[in-house]
């Protein structure tokens, strides 16, 4: 009785251990699975908020100010030698001369411009249409990435109201 | 007892490693549920906003703003006044799903109904009298405003006006007739009006009174905004479930062809509040 006593005490020791082991595994795998999901979740997010970030910047820009030389549009090389590409005369007004220059840049330029635009790791795409859906202008890279950041914002440009969308993407 | 512990060692250290992971697994969940939450929130609303801003901008730009303010000056003086969809054309630049509320000040104005301005008619104030401010309310707070008079001189000469319960103030003359701002005065809470008097050692002997004030009201304050809904305002009916964007923009009206007999009329505070009209 002694004997089969310690025997059964081994058996049971080894089973609560094997229990114990797994039930510890499982908890192993689902915190790994879980902190790996939210990780790529906060990470994705970071990406969905910087892209946002950035777009609201650039629009804000676009539509407030005239950029930085106030005359850029008029450089020989504008890709060369602006820093801040604003299109606006004044507050919400957009300027001819400066819509026309960017979206010829976007075609010849892109690249060029999108450093300008401090858009490195990301693609852009910009739309100018009338209130009646009319497009005036599009000029960059169509968006066709997993994220994509789309802001319309409200401007005049030849004396009529328009709609300028401006999409920053990740390809 | 011993050999009974023994045998519950690995089952305790189980359900010990299983609280702990479980801890730690809703600690994680909810850092990172909340974290880009908030962050998301914030900026999917910053658009609501971006665009009212964007409307306000671009219909002051086309003059709406200045002409709403022309064509209340043109209108006899009223402490009603509202900022009507068709004074906007906001169905051009606002989404059918959005709505805009928006509120100017210095459209309203505390009428002085003895006016008279013919010479040698009685004109006002002659004594003492109180006008009650656009909504008839005793103030909730004390404030510091400038007060804006709408004068006549029908006879030539200078005249002074004084006024009896903003002690602080001293006759001034007017010379032609015009817009006068005065001050800024404190209005202590309670103050319901303005009392107002044509100083006497100011009018010449044995003539009639010649000066009139036709209006007053005091600037920036909400008493004399116009706005799209006043009763919106008035009751606090703004939806509570969402989040509602606001702003403020100093809307300046100029004469641009329209006041001939002020190169400047003044500064307007536009504030705005914009929402979605359904969902939370």
Redesign the interface.
Known sequence: MKIRYSSS?GQ??IT??F??IA??IV??T??TL??DL?NA??ES?ID??TM??KA?YIA?TF?KSPGYPVNWESYSNPELTTSTIGLAS????LADAKVGTFASLSTTQYDAVRTVLRLSLYDYYFVLRD?NNTVIYSAGKIPQGKFAVN??????YQNK?VIMEFAVWKP | MEALMNNKKGLIFALDAALAVTVVVLMVINSTYYFSISSKGSLSHLQSTKLASDIVAVLDQGGTFANIVYDDSKNPPSNVFEITPAMLNLSTYLPANYQLWMSLSDVKETVIPAFAPVAGAPCFPAVPTTFYFANAEPLQREIKAMLQLNVTVINSGSVALSSINLGQITPFSVSQSGLYTLGPFKFLKGTNGVTIVLDPSFVPTGQPQNVCIHWFRILGTEEYAGSTNETMYIQDLFPKDRFIGSGERVIGVKKSGNFTDNPYEGTHLLRYRVWLKGGS
């Open positions: 005490r049971a020791g609560d251990l229990v114990a039930i510890f908890l192993v689902i915190t879980t902190w939210y979740r906060l997010s969905y908020d946002v970030i609201y804000d539509v004044s507050d919400r007004v209130t802001l319309a914002r409200l401007a005049v109201p």
